[in-house]
Nanobody, 125 residues
């Protein structure tokens, strides 16, 4: 069965960095569009970044230039390098997968990612 397990969250000060990881199993990881999205208490889910099977990437304006999404198909692992963190980045971060290509606008349609993990908390103070 499909499983996505996030790790790497924690508490950091403003301006700090974190690297999130998401280990996938149960599907052909290399062929899926993968995303990181986040949700803070009382706020809507926000797609942060996505990476397609060919390695092309999409970023939300709020994180562009600060976050980098990447993947290692040999390890079935998705990453999110987060630099210059701000208090407004505080949220639960989730990885998710869909078995179709990414497309422009996919970050605003997070519900199209069928599989998702349990999340990892990021707190910036």
């Amino acid at each position: 069965h499909v499983q996505l397990v996030e790790s790497g969250g924690g508490s950091v000060q403003t301006g700090g960095s974190l690297r999130l990881s998401c280990t996938a199993s149960g599907f052909i990881f290399s062929m899926y569009c993968m995303t990181w999205f986040r949700q803070a208490p009382g706020k809507q889910r926000e797609g942060v970044a996505a990476i397609d099977s060919d390695g092309s990437t999409i970023y939300a304006d709020s994180v562009k230039g600060r976050f980098t999404i990447s993947k290692d198909n040999t390890k079935n692992t998705l990453y999110l390098q987060m630099n210059s963190l701000k208090p407004e980045d505080t949220a639960m971060y989730y990885c998710a997968a869909r078995n179709y290509h990414c497309y422009t606008g996919i970050l605003s349609r997070v519900h199209e990612f069928y599989y998702r993990g349990q999340g990892t908390q990021v707190t910036v103070s």
